[in-house]
């Protein structure tokens, strides 16, 4: 509940190997109220740095000299260290998928514009989970045209879903957040978070996004 104190500004951690791309993500970020705390050039410094420095918001790349971004996000993850958003592009479908497998919060594009790039960054540090449907689209395009979507088996649980959670899967699939389920199902913020839970629980899924890449399986 908001006490009327002014909200505190999301804490990130940077991780990508080009130094110029680490500037310009942090001038974004914090000409838009987002605190960046910390930068790390590879895999293994952003487990390191988060593991220190304890940020709300690791904002990952995938594509990383050493331990690259899906083998950190996972062990940041399991660790419970921080929340993971994804910066991918468009040719990085097979590792978007093992980052969702891997748990991360949510995934957005490179070219996104600094302020829906901080929006997400709050979503995400709010525990909402952000997904950019260009980023899925494209990448389960990709798994279909290889046999994937047809080759594996609908995700255990999806029958335990009631309507209503059903409902709410399918608003995570396009990215919506916790307001827009809200104001489309006509139900509360706290319902909202109550039916995402239940769906986590019912399809053994590590996020948000990961439920959503489940469920296009069963469809």
Known sequence: MNDGSPERAPRVLLADDH????EGLRLMLETHGVEVIGEAADGAAAIRNAAALRP????????????????ATQRIVADG???VLVLTSFDEDELVFSAIRAGAAGFLL???????????????AAGEGVLDPRVTRTAFAALAEAGGADSQPAPEGLEYL??????????LGEGLS????????????ATVKTHVSSVLVKLGAESRTHAAALARRGL
């Open 178 to 189: 916790n307001a827009a389920i809200a104001n489309r199902l006509h139900i509360s913020i």
């Open 162 to 171: 009631t309507a209503r959670e059903r409902e709410v899967l399918d608003a």
């Open 56 to 71: 709300d918001v690791v904002l990952m790349d995938l594509r990383m000299p050493g331990v690259d971004g899906v083998a």
């Open 110 to 124: 490179k070219t996104t514009e600094a302020a829906a790039l901080a929006d997400a960054v709050r979503r995400v």
């Open 81 to 83: 260290l921080a929340d």
């Open 19 to 22: 130094g110029m791309i680490r």
